[in-house]
């Protein structure tokens, strides 16, 4: 892409996967790559989100709180148009001079964008797993007639698609997601219903949101990177495993019919999938520290023992029911993850209420008819009703 401008909006600008795309931007335009950041957008972070447009002067910049955008329009020069809302994404969304939409806003608040954006055949990098996993089939059905394209800013999903490179979708044997494991993956199970907050955040690998690292102890957010593979890649879920590598140094693999195995190694560093995503097919030099074998290097391939994990085995259920069921997940799961963190539930309550909102869900909203005919209406209604019933749920403590 020497001497090629891509125009590019980041949802969420402010947060990891944000920040270090700026980051990337900022290292790619110092080899002669160009890009055009057209729009921001951030959540409550107006003063970081205020530092970032006078860095990379977008267009467009978008807050939630319309306060927060008062304060904006302030500060910022005239010619920057200052948006609210959630209906300022999804503008931002449909804007004709972005090139790549680069969504990693948390939640079901990624999916109109999402939808918005592929309507018009552009190309959406997602660190929103959610858009995926809510409304995959809907977002299989808007590339299939506009022409979009859709990318996945997770270190496991670029890893297959590393993999995948040269090769026929029909040699492919299976998909291998890795996963830590998390903090818990040695832990007593009898001692789950203990842990603090505290012990639940800390993981072994990865800097991440607090929302995100819950999930990555509950093995939920392995079962969604495993909904957007199936999604992403056409690969039954049959045919998607997942396997422990404590170090997360081996980022997935693929295995082929013939039984020999390709699969990604390198740094625990997202800027490396994210630089590779936006200048694609090109590779150059992050300037970033690399994996090296002076010293002994230890990958360790542990087998997954679900048993471990019951709310994963919950959300791949969910998955094979269809319909709304993974919108209800999404939203339970958000809500239960908090009531764990306000100390209101248990740590192994996040599990056992996505099941139970699962069950409530096949009793009250599966036979609707307006499953059969799936629209975001529908998606984010479902969102709510999950939210409402999870936040009811009543735990033994």
């Not at 939630?64 to 503008?91: F, K, N, T, W, Y």
């Not at 995100?212 to 999604?231: G, L, P, Q, R, Y």
């Not at 023992?305 to 969910?318: L, M, S």
Request: a negative charge; one cysteine or more.
């Amino acid at each position: 892409m020497m001497g090629e401008t891509r125009r590019v909006a980041i949802l969420g600008s402010t947060g990891s996967i944000g920040t270090q795309t700026l980051d990337v931007i900022d290292r790619l335009a110092a080899s002669g790559r160009s890009f055009d950041v057209v729009a921001l957008a951030a959540g409550s972070s107006a003063e970081v989100l205020a530092s970032q447009t006078t860095r990379f002067q977008p267009r467009l910049v978008s807050v939630a709180d319309p306060s927060d955008a008062a304060a904006l329009r302030s500060q910022l020069p005239e010619e920057i148009v200052v948006l609210h809302g959630d209906e300022a994404l999804v503008e931002i969304a449909r804007q004709q001079d972005v090139d790549i939409l680069i969504n990693a806003l948390y939640g079901a608040a990624g999916l109109p964008p999402t939808l918005a954006a592929l309507a018009l055949g552009k190309t959406v990098a997602l660190a929103n797993k959610e858009s995926v996993v809510i409304a995959g089939a809907m977002i299989r059905r808007l590339l299939a007639a506009h022409g979009g394209k859709l990318l996945s800013i997770d270190s496991e999903h670029h890893a297959i698609h590393q993999c995948l490179h040269g090769h026929r979708p029909e040699d492919v044997e299976r998909l291998i997601l890795t996963a830590s494991g998390g903090p818990f993956l040695h832990r007593d199970p009898e001692t789950l219903p203990h842990v603090t907050p505290d012990e639940a955040l800390a993981h072994p690998s990865w800097s991440m949101g607090r929302k995100i690292t819950i999930d990555s102890a509950t093995m939920v957010n392995k079962a969604f990177e495993v909904i957007v593979a199936h999604h992403l890649y056409d690969v039954p879920y049959d045919r998607i495993d997942v396997v422990i590598q404590p170090d997360s140094y081996i980022h997935s693999l693929v295995e082929f019919r013939e039984g020999s195995m390709k699969a990604e190694l390198g740094p625990r560093d997202m800027r490396i999938p994210i630089q590779n995503l936006l200048i694609d097919p090109e590779r150059v030099d992050t300037g970033l520290p690399r994996l090296r074998f002076d010293q002994p290097l230890t990958l360790q391939l542990l087998p997954f023992e679900k048993w471990r994990f019951p709310a994963y085995t919950t959300v791949i259920e969910a998955a094979t029911d269809g319909g709304s069921a993974l919108a209800a997940m999404n939203g339970a799961d958000e809500v239960l993850i908090y009531r764990f963190l306000d100390g209101d539930i248990r740590f192994t309550d996040i599990a056992r209420g996505l099941a139970d909102v699962l069950t409530a869900w096949r009793k009250e909203r599966k036979a609707d008819p307006r499953e059969k005919d799936l629209t975001l209406p529908v998606f984010l209604e479902t969102d709510v009703w999950a939210r409402d019933v999870a936040a009811h749920l009543p735990f033994e403590r």
